[in-house]
């Protein structure tokens, strides 16, 4: 490739990461189409004069009364599985069969998309699952937190936050999480009932304690705060389109509208569900080169060598060891590590 194609490139994302979508809308056009039976794609318009983005969301409308489901994706761009399932969902859905109405957040943080970034918006970089509740006067990631977090997520009756591991990750099993001590009982009570109704065989029961609103920092905790029974979905990652992945949360999202009787379709129960408590992250102690040694969903011994990190001459620096014993549940796949960053989480299965 040229320099001159590069630079064309270049400018073109930049463009799309500047200015909102033909045709953008606000959240206004989305509380109307909720009034009109039928599907409706509309983009919403979010930002600032200096850093604009577009917020692509379906609005599925049942011809019966019933509950609305907010399913988010896309809050990381890198994250794809939950992408391509909630853009597949929006066409296969038939609002005819629904009572009530869901409402699809296709890619909450286009510039991260559209710049296969990783973690963090380019736009600002901000990594937009830190910044909620968010700011409507901040920067783009705080601008669309708010977004979410004033405007849409008070339409829903339930949230989906939709994630995979994100391009640089390897997360095996899939899993869902709820938070078991965050929120008021019977919002805790009903975001327990969703994360087994979704169907995967692990659950992890988030421990956080949410003081405040405003230390509700993630997409799923914000609605949490809300007192919006929400659950947050892990499955996929490492940079691809994995069919399998993307076929487990469509179907997770189905068995969802089933439980929240939206839909009359019949799952069969899923046996043997891990209920996951602990977790033990491991940090990179500085930047460096990491060399995975395992796959994520082995099962790990404490002490175990996971992995290791060099400085830039290639000489080894740190080795992550497990913790203890469990489930490895996520490592990181590419070299590049910043300080802080996370290498490898195992969890332990009671």
Same mark, same amino acid.
């Given at each position: ?22 045709? #953008? ?56 599985? $939950?992408?391509?399932?909630? %853009? ?23 510039? #991260?998309?559209?710049? @296969? ?56 099993? @899939? ?102 408590? %602990? ?5 990179? $102690? ?48 590419? $070299? $590049? ?14």
């Amino acid at each position: 490739m040229s320099d001159g194609t590069v630079a064309t490139c270049v400018l073109v994302v930049l463009a799309l990461m500047a200015s909102p979508a033909l045709g #953008a809308a606000d959240v206004g056009a989305v509380t109307e189409a909720m009034q009109q039976p039928g599907r409706h794609h509309l983009d919403i318009d979010v930002g600032a004069a200096d850093q604009r983005s577009s917020v692509p969301v379906s609005v599925l409308v049942g011809d019966r009364e019933g509950p609305t489901l907010l399913v988010l994706a896309g809050v990381h761009g890198s994250e794809y599985a $939950p992408i391509v399932a909630g %853009q597949r969902l929006a066409n296969t859905l038939d609002p005819a069969e629904l009572a009530g109405r869901v409402l699809i957040v296709h890619v909450a943080n286009m510039p #991260a998309f559209l710049g @296969r970034a990783i973690y963090v918006n380019p736009a600002d970089g901000k990594n937009l699952n830190r910044v909620f509740p968010g700011d409507p006067h901040g920067s783009l990631s705080e601008r669309i937190a708010a977004l979410l977090t004033d405007q849409l997520y008070p339409l829903a009756d339930a949230v989906l936050d939709m994630h995979s591991g994100d391009g640089n990750e390897d997360l095996n099993p @899939r899993w869902v999480g709820f938070y078991e001590r965050a929120g008021e009982p019977s919002v805790i009570a009903r975001s327990r009932a969703m994360a087994h109704a979704f169907g995967f065989r692990h659950i992890v029961a988030f421990q956080w304690e949410l003081a405040d609103r405003s230390k509700a920092i993630w997409a799923g905790s914000a609605a949490i705060a809300l007192g919006i029974p929400a659950i947050d979905v892990e499955a996929g990652g490492k940079n691809i389109v994995d069919e399998e992945a993307v076929a487990a949360i469509e179907e997770g999202v189905r068995r969802t509208l089933s439980h929240l009787k939206m839909s009359t379709a019949v799952f069969p129960a899923v046996e043997n569900q891990v209920v996951i408590r %602990q977790r033990s992250w491991i940090a990179a $102690p500085e930047a460096g080169t990491w060399i995975a040694l395992k796959a994520a969903g082995q099962q790990v011994a404490k002490g175990e060598l996971l992995g290791y990190l060099t400085d830039w001459h290639g000489r080894r620096r740190f080795e992550a060891r497990a913790p203890a014993a469990g489930l490895l549940l996520l490592i990181l796949t590419a $070299p $590049p590590v910043r300080q802080g960053e996370t290498l490898a989480i195992v969890a332990q299965i009671d």
